[in-house]
């Protein structure tokens, strides 16, 4: 489980170190486990070393199922190893990025 | 014709845990090499996302298999070729999905298509399994080639 921050209402999920197969079915759980809730999520991307398509996908299904139930969903601290990603699937302008 | 010298080969199982250690493994590699290092990179991801193909559909999730990764260069190009022992698996798969629909599935061959110069199943000598083969052309420079790629740092 990655660490949390809750703050206002908010849940913040920081991220870190590589978020690759070995660890995004458990990162997948534990943001579903949080949008079900119906609170708002961050996800804090500055600690993440390396991201795969796995992990990408992670975040692709959080932001839908927030769009879909009218929750406050977004990544912060979007560093040059997940914006590589994010670019190379043409996604940096389809997230919500702060 | 300049010949092909092998840098070397990667072995591991079909686990996600021998990630880790076959992406700092392959840049270990590609640094000998001296390639750019945002190339450098982007052939991490994509050599990582076709391993995790191999782990998830041509293994479908069993722990055992074998996995070999061998990498060749000579002055224009890196090839790698991804050997497994599982079932042959059909060659469309390697066909990307249209990102349009934004399905979270789909984007590790994306991915691999939009970094990859080149990718092609090979006959197997072994009988069984599967040899994707991937390679990347660059300049003089160690930067890629391809229609002006940019990696999307438009």
């Known amino acids: ?98 | 014709m300049s010949e092909e010298e092998h840098l070397g080969r990667i072995r591991f199982k079909s686990r996600a845990e021998e990630l880790c250690g076959v992406r700092r493994k392959l840049k270990a590699m590609l640094r000998v090499k001296t390639c750019q290092c945002e190339t450098t990179e982007c052939i991490i991801i994509a050599i990582n996302e076709a391993c995790m193909n191999v782990i998830e559909h041509a293994y479908k999730g069993r722990c055992d298999g074998d996995i070999l990764l061998d990498v060749f260069c000579d002055d224009r190009k890196l090839v790698f070729r991804l050997t497994d022992f599982a079932d042959r698996v059909d060659p469309a798969v390697l066909r990307p999905k249209d990102l349009n629909n934004m399905e979270p599935g789909g984007l590790g061959v994306y991915l691999l298509d939009e970094i990859m110069d080149e990718l092609r199943f090979m006959p197997c000598s072994h009988g069984e399994g599967n040899i994707l083969e991937m390679k990347k052309c660059l300049d003089d420079n160690g930067q890629p080639v391809r229609h002006g790629e940019n990696y999307g740092n438009e």
Request: charged share 25%; proline share 3%; with cysteine.
């Open chain 1, 1 to 98: 489980m990655f660490p949390t921050i809750e703050k206002d209402g908010r849940t913040t999920i920081c991220l870190e170190g590589e978020v690759d197969l070995a660890v995004s079915p458990r990162l997948r759980r534990q943001i579903l486990d949080i949008l079900y809730t119906g609170k708002g999520l961050t996800i804090q991307l500055t600690n993440v070393e390396y991201i795969d398509s796995s992990g990408v996908a992670c975040l692709v299904e959080a932001y839908q199922y927030a769009r879909k139930h009218d929750i406050s969903f977004d990544l912060d601290g979007v560093n040059q190893a997940v914006m590589r990603v994010l670019k190379l699937a043409k996604l940096d302008g389809v997230l919500p990025i702060r």
